[in-house]
């Protein structure tokens, strides 16, 4: 009986230290007191989403689609949005569009 009670005590003893703990979550943040919300763009992913697929995994380029890992040597920024925006070649327009567009249009340029 003592050997029963005991494990009883045992377990219930690990059950609830298991359930016990500090909370190790992050405080959500409070939107920006603009107003406006805070949300940053990962350029680089949305290239990864959106471009890999016919210019290539390093995006070197292949077939008709030209490299771009060193687009921006060719092409400003607004040129690159521009061509974002309204494609050119086999490439059609407004595949990526507004913020992130921007956001692209800045990343891009800046691989030379």
Do not use: W
């Not at 016990?20 to 409070?30: I, R, V």
């Not at 471009?51 to 030209?66: D, K, R, Y």
């Amino acid at each position: 009986m003592k050997k029963q009670m005991m494990a009883i005590l045992f377990g219930a003893t690990l059950i609830l230290g298991a359930c016990g703990g500090e909370d190790t979550t992050e405080p959500e943040q409070a939107p920006d007191e603009s107003g406006g919300e805070t949300t940053e763009i990962d350029a680089e992913q949305v290239v990864q989403q959106n471009c890999i697929s016919c210019h290539g995994e390093n995006l070197e380029g292949a077939g008709n689609f030209p490299s771009l890992n060193d687009v921006g040597s060719r092409l400003s920024q607004d040129e690159i949005r521009t061509v974002i925006e309204n494609g050119r070649g086999a490439m059609p327009a407004g595949i990526i569009e507004g913020d992130e567009a921007d956001a692209v249009a800045e990343y891009l340029a800046n691989m030379k």
